[in-house]
C-alpha cells in the first residue's frame, strides 16, 4: 500500500508542465508527415547578423531575398560545404522549405496539425507562410507549434516552413559561451570576433533532429505518465493520461504484451494497472531477456455539438524499479553495476544531426563491447537513441546541456531560471524512458564558487520534485575541494585523468591518486560512486614500447591501471566506469587538441583502437560476474 501511494505522488509531482510533449507516433487516429531532406539554406553573414530580421526574410521564398544553398536535414550545417566562413559560422542561419499538405488536413478543422522541431541549436524561431508560430531556446529538446489554424486561413497557399537558427551563446545559456570582439586594427580586421566556451566539443548547428508535421483530433492525448514498481510477480504500471481539447472523454486504457495479447485495461484516466506475471524491463547482460517493453495504449473518444473524436496513442511501457542505497544502484531490487561508456553526438561530415546508420552502428558496438550503459555527455540525446536503449536495455544516464559553467556569472538567477525549465522539458520528455535510471543536472561546473551551493541544492531539489522516482546527481571532476553540489546528490559521478592532464606520463601514479580520490568521496559522503570519465588520447595506429602518451600502448595502461583499482573497489561502493569515450569526436581547434579529442576506444568512423578489446574483455567478465547470462555468452567474451 505504501509503495501505492508512493507512485501516486511521484506522478503528481511529474505532471508540473502544462503541455506535453509525446514522441510523435503514427496510430489509427494521426498521421505524420516528414520533412527530412532538402531545405534551402542561408547564413545571415551582415555585420550585426541582423539582416534576415530587418528585411523580414520569412515574409517570402528565402530564393527572393538573396541566393540559397542546399542544406540536408537533420544535420550541422558546419562541414557540410567547403567554406570554412560557414564551418565557424556565428549568428543566425536560415533555413526554408514548402510543403504540400493533404487537402484533407486543411478540410477537417477537427485536425490539429502540429509542425515538430526535435531539436535545432541553439536558438531557433518559426514561421509558416510569414507568420512566426514559435520560437525555442536552448538545442537538444523538441518543441513544436500547431498551425493548421493558420493554414486553413488561406487554403490555397502552399505551406511554407522558414526556421531562423543562432548558435550564439552568453553566459546565461547552456552550455554558456561569450563573443569576444578584437578591436585592435593592428591585429585583427574590422567585425572580428570569436566565440569562447569551457566546454571540449565542437559547438555544431543547424537542425540536428527531424522536422513533421503531426495530425490528431481536436480532442488528444497530450501527455501520458507511467511510473512502474513489483510486487513479487504483479507488475504495478500507475499511469496518468492528460488530454486536451474537451472537458469530457471517453477513456480506454490497455496494457498489451509483447505477444499483442491484453494484459488489463481500465476506463480511467489515471490508476494503477496490475500485471500479472510480469515480465520486468532489465538492461542487457543481466537477463536472458532485456528490454522487454508493454505497450500502453490509450484510447479517447470525445464529441462536441458538431462532431465525435477519437484519438489513439500507444506508449511503450518497460516495468522496472530503481533504488539506490550507500553503497550500491539497485534496477528491480539486483544490484546493477554500470560498465559503460560516454558518447557524443557526433561524426563526420552531419556533425550532430540524427543518422540512422550512426545510431544502429554505434548500439551494434556497444553490445560487442559488452556495454551496458552510457551518459548522454554532456547533453540530452534524441528520442530515436532512447527508444533504442528502452529496446536493448541499454541504461541511460540522461545529462543536461549544463556543460561548461565556469563563470561565477551563470550562476546568477538568469541562468538558473534558465536551467530549471531545461530540466523540466527534460524530464518531461523523457520520464517515461525505463533505460533513463537517473538524472545528470550538470558536468563539471566550477562548484567551488560561492553561489554554485544554492545553485546545484535548488537544481537537483527541483529534479527531485519532478521526478522522485529516480536518482540525480552532477558530474565532478576530482578536484575534492569542488563538492559544493555533492551533499545533495544520490549518486557522486567522479571524472578523472591521471597521468594524461596530471602527472603526465607517470603510469605508476593512477592507483595511489585513485584510491585516495575514492575514498575521500566515500569518507567525506557515504553514497556510492561511479566513475564518470577517465581516459586517454590516442592518435590511432601510434606504437611506442614503452608506452608514452598519445599511443595505442599508453591507452592500454591507463585502463588497465584504473581497472585495478575498480575492481578492489566496485566489492565495496564504486557501482560503475564509463569510459571516456566511445569515439573520437570533434572539438574546436586549439593546440592540445589533433583534430577533435581522440580520447575514443573507437576512431570517429568507428574503428577500433587497441584499448577496445581490452574494454570488451573486461566488460564481459564484469557481465558474467554480476548479470545472468546464458552459456552461450559467458567469458571469453564472443569474437
Ligand atoms: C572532461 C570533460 C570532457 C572532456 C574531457 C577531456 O568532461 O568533456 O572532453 O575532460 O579533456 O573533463 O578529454
Known amino acids: 500500500m505504501l509503495r501505492v501511494l508512493w507512485l501516486f505522488a511521484a506522478l503528481d509531482a511529474a505532471l508540473l508542465l502544462d503541455t506535453g510533449m509525446l514522441f510523435p507516433r503514427e496510430s489509427s487516429s494521426r498521421e505524420r508527415k516528414e520533412l527530412n531532406g532538402l531545405w534551402a539554406f542561408r547564413a545571415d553573414g551582415s555585420p550585426n547578423r541582423n539582416q534576415g530580421f530587418e528585411s523580414a526574410w520569412y515574409k517570402s521564398r528565402l530564393a527572393e531575398t538573396g541566393p540559397v544553398i ?3 536535414v537533420p544535420a550541422s550545417y558546419n562541414d557540410i560545404t567547403q ?101 585592435d586594427r593592428t591585429r585583427y580586421p ?19 533532429r527531424p522536422v513533421l508535421l503531426y495530425t490528431t483530433p481536436k480532442a488528444y492525448v497530450d501527455d501520458i505518465t507511467v511510473v512502474t514498481d513489483f510486487l ?25 504484451d509483447k505477444g499483442g495479447h491484453c494484459v488489463v485495461s481500465s476506463n480511467e484516466a489515471s490508476g494503477v494497472l496490475k500485471v500479472p506475471n510480469v515480465n520486468l524491463w532489465w538492461p542487457y547482460l543481466m537477463h536472458q531477456n532485456p528490454g522487454y517493453l508493454y505497450s500502453l495504449e490509450v484510447r479517447l473518444k470525445a464529441t462536441d455539438e458538431s462532431s465525435t473524436y477519437e484519438d489513439v496513442y500507444t506508449l511503450p511501457v518497460g516495468i522496472r524499479t530503481v533504488n539506490v542505497s550507500s553503497t550500491q544502484f539497485f534496477i528491480n531490487n539486483k544490484p546493477f553495476y554500470f560498465h559503460g561508456v560516454n558518447k557524443h553526438e557526433d561524426a563526420d561530415i552531419r556533425g550532430k544531426g540524427l543518422d540512422w ?14 556495454a551496458n550503459s552510457f551518459r548522454t555527455s554532456h547533453y540530452p540525446y534524441a528520442e530515436e537513441i532512447l527508444q533504442m536503449c528502452d529496446r536493448h536495455g541499454i541504461v541511460v544516464i ?34 517515461n524512458h525505463p533505460s533513463v535510471v537517473m538524472w545528470s543536472v550538470a558536468n563539471e561546473p566550477a562548484a567551488e564558487m560561492p553561489p554554485a551551493e544554492n545553485y546545484f541544492k535548488t537544481l537537483i531539489m527541483h529534479t527531485k520534485a519532478l521526478d522522485p522516482t529516480r536518482p540525480v546527481t552532477y558530474i565532478t571532476d576530482s578536484n575534492f575541494s569542488r563538492d559544493k553540489g555533492a551533499p ?43 566513475q564518470s570519465e577517465y581516459g586517454a588520447d590516442v592518435v590511432p595506429g601510434l606504437h611506442n614500447d614503452p608506452p608514452v602518451m598519445f599511443t595505442e600502448e599508453y591507452q592500454k595502461l591507463v585502463l588497465q591501471q584504473y581497472h585495478s583499482v575498480f575492481d578492489q573497489k566496485r566489492k565495496k561502493y564504486v557501482i560503475g566506469e564509463l569510459i571516456w569515450n566511445f569515439a573520437d569526436f570533434m572539438t574546436t581547434q586549439g593546440i592540445t587538441r589533433v583534430v577533435g579529442n581522440k580520447k575514443g576506444v573507437f576512431t570517429r568512423q568507428r574503428q577500433p583502437k587497441a584499448a ?19 552459456l552461450w555468452t559467458k567469458y571469453p567474451c564472443p569474437l
Open 83 to 183: 567554406d570554412p566562413t560557414l564551418r565557424d559560422f556565428i549568428g543566425w542561419v536560415w533555413y526554408e522549405r514548402e510543403v504540400t499538405v493533404p487537402t484533407r488536413w486543411i478540410t477537417d478543422d477537427g485536425l490539429r496539425v502540429v509542425l515538430r522541431v526535435g531539436s535545432a541549436h541553439y536558438y531557433s524561431v518559426v514561421w509558416v507562410n510569414g507568420v512566426k508560430v514559435t520560437e525555442h531556446e536552448g538545442g537538444h529538446l523538441p518543441f513544436e507549434a500547431e498551425i493548421g489554424t493558420l493554414l486553413r486561413k488561406d487554403p490555397t497557399m502552399p505551406c511554407r516552413i522558414t526556421i531562423a537558427v543562432n548558435n550564439t551563446l552568453n553566459l546565461h545559456t547552456l552550455p554558456p559561451g561569450t563573443i569576444q570582439y578584437m578591436t
Open 488 to 530: 545533495f546528490v544520490d549518486v557522486i559521478c567522479v571524472n578523472s585523468y591521471f597521468s594524461w592532464y596530471h602527472d603526465p606520463g607517470h603510469l605508476e601514479v593512477i592507483p595511489v591518486q585513485l584510491n585516495t580520490q575514492f575514498e575521500d568521496w566515500y569518507g567525506k559522503y557515504k553514497k556510492p560512486i561511479i
Open 70 to 72: 542546399d542544406m540536408p
Open 190 to 208: 574590422a567585425g572580428f570576433f570569436v566565440q569562447n566556451y569551457n566546454f571540449d566539443f565542437f559547438n555544431y548547428a543547424g537542425i540536428h
Open 398 to 431: 540522461d545529462e543536461s546541456p549544463g556543460v561548461g559553467i565556469k563563470d561565477i556569472r551563470s550562476f546568477g538567477n538568469a541562468s538558473l531560471s534558465h536551467h530549471l525549465a531545461v530540466m523540466d522539458e527534460l524530464v518531461r520528455r523523457d520520464k
Open 357 to 370: 546508420p550512426l545510431i544502429v552502428k554505434d548500439f551494434n558496438l556497444m553490445k560487442w563491447l559488452g
Open 232 to 256: 513479487d510477480n504483479t507488475g504495478l504500471v500507475r499511469y496518468g493520461v492528460s488530454v486536451k481539447g474537451t472537458t469530457s472523454a471517453a477513456m480506454k486504457v490497455t496494457l498489451i
Open 612 to 630: 577496445a578489446f581490452i574494454l570488451k574483455e573486461r566488460y564481459w567478465r564484469l557481465a558474467n560476474e554480476t548479470g545472468a547470462l546464458p
